[in-house]
């Protein structure tokens, strides 16, 4: 890698870099691509013209202020500045797309949405920035396991409203073209691919593209499955196998990363952590060590989770979390089930 500025990406993530076996495509994908596409989808036109000199030869040596926090003023080279600036803008990104994802979650099980074949969700309130649109669908997608679109309302010179935005369909539908799913309506217009495009739709007809897709799935089966490769109690659980698996380094197009469940974990108020500074991380750690993460979730959960006779089934992907030279196998957990269940 000959560019300062991806070079020194690299160098910033290259935790992320090391744990995926070096630079190769599946560590590039988590190392580098995130911020320039932050840049892209989220950053002004100066920054994005800030990236685009610092990718180029001819601004190696070029010097401009800095704006990083107790440097201001200082010279630095521009592709240092560059850095800073990603790394800047993909921390609003991640801001503006976690509040996205809690304004949609609301509106998903207020108006029972999921009863529908696709997940039409409009953003009245202009509460999700343009440029996370699209992240926000895919996210949807993933966990919800149904094609989904992210809306905003417009109003076009005649007065008509339009809906336009992103759709992204659901990686592993028995339907793979959303699109042309879509068009046969007659009601709607996407641009872009089959399973990720631009949609626009007249508010009026919106109604009927729900009744016609509900059609259209009605033998197609949308209860969230999860393709796991093991399935664990908690004694059978081994750490290092939790280690392996995260270091695996054959996943991308048409390999799924792997998933495991981890079912019948009697919990025990010692067991469980309430974190972060929203308290909205839950961690329970195992008596062999593993520690079963849950993010962007509630207090009330965590009180829950504290009752006598709770038991809890997750499925979710092993990492391993690394700091000053201990290795934890963890479970970062894409879904559960909790339960009341009496133990004898």
Wanted: glycine fraction near 6%.
């Amino acid at each position: 890698m000959n560019n300062c500025f991806l070079e020194g990406l690299a160098r910033q993530h290259s935790y992320i870099i090391e744990k995926r076996k070096g630079l190769n495509y599946l560590s590039v994908a988590y190392s580098i691509c995130p911020w320039t596409n932050a840049i892209c989808r989220t950053g002004t036109m100066e920054e994005k013209e800030l990236i685009f000199k610092a990718m180029l030869e001819q601004y190696r040596y070029t010097k401009v202020e800095s704006s990083k926090r107790g440097h201001k003023g200082e010279q630095v080279y521009l592709w240092e500045e560059a850095i800073t600036v990603a790394e800047r803008v993909k921390r609003k990104q991640s801001e503006l797309q976690n509040e996205a994802l809690s304004y949609i979650e609301h509106q998903i099980e207020d108006n029972n949405l999921l009863d529908n074949a696709m997940l039409f969700l409009i953003d009245k309130d202009r509460a999700i920035d343009s440029g996370v649109r699209g992240l926000v669908a895919n996210c949807v997608q993933a966990k919800y396991q149904h094609p989904v679109a992210v809306l905003t309302p417009v109003e076009k010179e005649d007065g008509t409203v339009e809906l336009s935005g992103s759709m992204r369909n659901y990686s592993l539908s028995v339907n793979q073209d959303l699109k042309s799913t879509l068009e046969s309506t007659g009601l709607v217009r996407c641009a872009g691919h089959s399973a990720a495009a631009g949609i626009f739709i007249l508010e009026r007809h919106l109604d009927e593209v729900n009744e016609k897709l509900n059609k259209l799935y009605e033998d197609i089966d949308q209860t969230p499955v999860y393709w796991i490769d093991y399935s664990w109690t908690p004694g059978m659980i081994d750490p290092k196998r939790i280690l392996d698996i995260s270091h695996l380094n054959i996943y991308g197009q048409g390999i799924q990363e792997s998933m495991v469940e981890i079912h019948d974990i009697s919990l025990h108020p010692s067991m469980i952590q309430l974190l972060g500074k929203n308290k909205d991380t839950i961690k329970i750690t195992l008596a062999n060590g593993v520690a079963i993460m849950m993010f962007r979730q509630s207090e009330e959960l965590y009180n829950q989770m504290c009752n006598e006779n709770m038991v809890l089934d997750v499925v979710g992907k092993c990492n391993d979390n690394e700091w000053q030279g201990t290795h934890t196998a963890q479970i970062m957990v894409e879904n559960f089930d909790l339960r009341k269940d009496w133990i004898f």
